[in-house]
Nanobody, 118 residues
Framework: QVQLQESGPGLVKPSETLSLTCIIS??????????WSWIRQSPGKGLEWIAH???????YYSPSLKSRTSISWDTSKNQVTLELSSVIPEDTAVYFC??????????WGQGIQVTVSS
């Protein structure tokens, strides 16, 4: 059974860098065909894809967030980390990590609420 767990701060000040980690169990992040994604949902809005890391280590970013976003990983810990720099109040959202296989998000973490406020 694949499980994903997000961790990170619940409150970040404007202009700071948000760092969130997805701890994955039950499957290696290098499993062929797996894409490890970050997705968020802001209050009153739909889901917004942020970025993902492929099983081979390639990274892909949303054009609207690319300049402020980076993904890193630790294969020994089976973790994927998202960094979002220069955060603004509009980055307030529930952040999810999710696994995508064959274009389907088949596993999700429970999500973590992040509030950007001074």
């Amino acid at each position: 059974q694949v499980q994903l767990q997000e961790s990170g701060p619940g409150l970040v000040k404007p202009s700071e860098t948000l760092s969130l980690t997805c701890i994955i169990s039950g499957e290696s992040i290098s499993t062929t065909g797996a894409y490890w994604s970050w997705i968020r949902q802001s209050p009153g809005k739909g889901l917004e894809w942020i970025a993902h890391r492929s099983y081979s280590g390639a990274t892909y970013y949303s054009p609207s967030l690319k300049s402020r976003t980076s993904i890193s990983w630790d294969t020994s810990k089976n973790q994927v980390t998202l960094e979002l720099s220069s955060v603004i109040p509009e980055d307030t959202a529930v952040y999810f990590c999710a696994k995508k296989t064959d274009s389907v998000y088949d596993y999700w973490g429970q999500g973590i609420q992040v509030t950007v406020s001074s």
